[in-house]
């Protein structure tokens, strides 16, 4: 037990660390776009926000971490019909796993949202190989359960999978609504920190994003793009932005907590409620 304590002490440490310096590089950006920012950056509402924002975002990423096992034991999602409801598909993040959505998929489920099912989206893959998983399963779901669309959520790079799949993989007829959580459609300055060859493609400027972006969204998709001005992973904030989607900038969170947070839960259940109504 003793072990077990201080492995997660340790685990707590590395995940404090890089929030500290993904946060470092955030405010180094942002200082750089906006000098007028260093005139107030020891007042006492900037400290606490400062120090609200460490806090928080170590927490919630150290509670992902430690879940991040459970999401390759996650139980076999069987199929339902949810009363004329298209079923949700979540699609997790860069180095992330089913497990992250358990508070967000709680949260939709007393929403009254019963159909919803979540993939494993290994980091090791190529991304047409990851958005040809996505298409499968769409079809899939859409058999079983008889129906002609799903939803798509999408968080970090699982939004960037999304619009892949809608936009350059024929997928646009099957998918009713698409919504974005911090998905770094720009790119992120912090791409080049990732181990994974997959995180290549979220360079801003690359050849892969500058084709997507290219691409035209469809405009018989409603596709929303939730995200964070105090996002410290998607670099700038910026980048998350999406021209042609519906467009909610949240502050005071940062990128994990855009799973968690009250107000992105929230934002995500009212682009549901519209889309549906």
């Known amino acids: 037990m003793h072990i077990f304590f201080n492995m997660l002490a340790i685990v707590f440490a590395i995940v404090a660390l890089i929030t500290l310096l993904s946060y470092a590089i955030y405010w180094y950006e942002s200082a750089n776009l906006s000098p007028q920012l260093l005139e107030q950056r020891f007042a006492p509402r900037r400290l606490l926000l400062a120090l609200r924002l460490l806090v928080s975002e170590t927490l919630l990423l150290f509670v992902s971490v430690v879940l991040h096992p459970l999401g390759w034991i996650w139980p076999k999602e069987k199929p339902t019909v949810d009363g004329g409801k298209p079923p949700i598909i979540l699609l997790h993040g860069l180095f992330h796993n089913r497990s992250c959505w358990w508070w967000l998929k709680w949260r ?45 959520i999408g968080h ?15 997928g646009a007829a099957r ?16 791409a080049p920190f990732a181990v994974s060859p997959l995180a290549r493609n979220l360079l801003p400027g690359s050849t892969f994003l500058a084709e997507l972006n290219a691409s035209k969204l469809p405009s018989d998709i409603p596709l929303t793009s939730i995200y964070s001005r105090h996002d410290n992973i998607v670099i700038p904030a910026a980048s998350a932005r999406l021209n042609g989607s519906r467009e909610i900038e949240l502050q005071g969170m940062g990128h994990m907590g855009l799973l968690y947070k009250k107000s992105a839960v929230a934002a995500v259940l009212k682009a549901l409620e519209d889309s549906t109504a």
């Open 108 to 152: 939709l489920k007393r929403a009254g949202y019963r159909t919803i099912y979540s993939l494993h989206l290994s980091a090791w893959h190529d991304i047409e190989v990851l958005t040809e998983l996505i298409a499968k399963k769409v079809d899939r779901l859409r058999l079983q359960a008889g129906v002609e669309q799903v939803i798509l």
């Open 156 to 170: 970090s790079m699982g939004g960037i999978l999304a619009r892949n799949y809608i936009q350059r993989r024929g």
């Open 175 to 190: 998918v009713a609504h698409c919504i974005q959580l911090g998905t770094p459609n720009g790119g992120s300055k912090l």
